[in-house]
């Protein structure tokens, strides 16, 4: 089953290090990842908004990255490319990246996310006690998510901005949370609340 991993960068306030870190990081990003055989697609956003949250994540970067299965993604974080890209990256952080991997039941559009330039991420993390109780079915909330994609499409009318949709459920340290993300051709979006991202797909 494909991995969803989502890599959340916490870039200094600075006005000029945020623009050296935007000029190196395509560059940076393409010298890594295009060499890793088990990578399906790269997309690096930026945040463009962020509704009940901390003002200051709106400094931040998201890198998207659609893995073949698990593997994949264990053997880049073990590798000195993973400790090079790291170190290239840190000059520039307030502190560690926070990153989440998800497995994904369906693949991400990933030719609608080309076209999709505002990638809007919801995500949900229950009481650990309802996860050790099993009161949360994936099913359930597979079918949450699928009417309120559905009730997004319709809101959005005739004009129809919204391009596509994928989910997950989380792995490892994020066990029991859910991932869920829109992908629109515009920032029409008022139905949403969540972090809003302009992406550009790199590979």
């Known amino acids: ?48 908004e962020v509704t009940g949250e901390d003002e200051s994540s709106q400094d931040g970067i998201c890198l998207l990255l659609k893995w073949q299965d698990i593997s994949g993604f264990d053997s880049f974080i073990k590798s000195t490319d993973f400790a090079a890209f790291k170190r290239s990256l840190l000059p520039y952080l307030t502190g560690p990246a926070d990153i989440q991997l998800y497995e994904s039941p369906e693949e991400m559009p990933v030719r609608k996310a080309v076209d999709s330039p505002y990638l809007h991420i ?5 009481k650990v006690t309802d996860i050790q109780s099993g009161e949360i079915s994936c099913i359930s909330v597979e079918d949450q998510w699928k009417a309120f994609v559905e009730q997004c499409r319709l809101a959005s009318g005739a004009k129809c901005s919204l391009n596509g949709s994928f989910y997950g459920f989380g792995l490892r340290k994020d066990n029991g949370a859910f991932l869920g993300a829109t992908l629109w051709k515009d920032r029409e979006v008022g139905v949403i609340t969540s972090r809003i991202f302009y992406c550009d797909h790199l590979g």
């Open 1 to 48: 089953m494909s991995i969803t991993e989502l890599i959340f960068i916490s870039v200094q306030p600075d006005p000029q290090v945020r623009k050296e870190l935007d000029t190196k990081l395509p560059d940076v990003l393409s010298g890594v990842f295009s060499r890793l055989p088990k990578l399906d697609s790269l997309f690096i956003a930026s945040n463009l």
């Open 122 to 126: 919801m995500s949900s993390h229950p």
